[in-house]
């Protein structure tokens, strides 16, 4: 059975840095788009940033603050969030799909989400 278990939200000072794991397991997902959505209360889902083999891409909102990465071999992607502002507080999900996208539509495989809250 896939499964994605993402950890290391938490609570942060406005400036403050976390970073976020997701481990992949049921499946070897190296040939998979990894990438991370947020939900804030009240909002719709939206993409954050995303990974394949060869490209990244990142929402406006998070260039030059967020660093997506992936290890292979530990089956495992991250999510480096630096200079955190509390626009950024939301639920954060690893998701895994075929190829790039930034619609959560086309996302295959969601894990549960972790919390981030950055206070001010």
């Known amino acids: 059975q896939e499964q994605l278990v993402e950890s290391g939200g938490g609570l942060v000072q406005v400036g403050g840095s976390l970073r976020l794991s997701c481990a992949a397991s049921?499946?070897?997902?190296?040939?998979?788009?990894m990438g991370w959505f947020r939900q804030a209360p009240g909002k719709e889902r939206e993409f954050v940033a995303a990974?394949?083999?060869?490209?990244?891409r990142y929402a406006d909102s998070v260039k030059g603050r967020f660093t997506i990465s992936r290890d292979n071999a530990k089956n495992t992607v991250y999510l480096q969030m630096n200079s955190l502002k509390p626009e950024d507080t939301a639920v954060y999900s690893c998701?895994?799909?075929?190829?790039?996208?930034?619609?959560?539509?086309?996302?295959?495989?969601w894990g549960q989400g972790t919390q981030v809250t950055v206070s001010s």
């Open positions: 990974i394949s083999w060869s490209n990244t």
């Open positions: 998701a895994a799909s075929a190829y790039i996208t930034t619609n959560p539509k086309f996302v295959g495989y």
């Open positions: 049921g499946r070897t997902f190296s040939t998979y788009a």
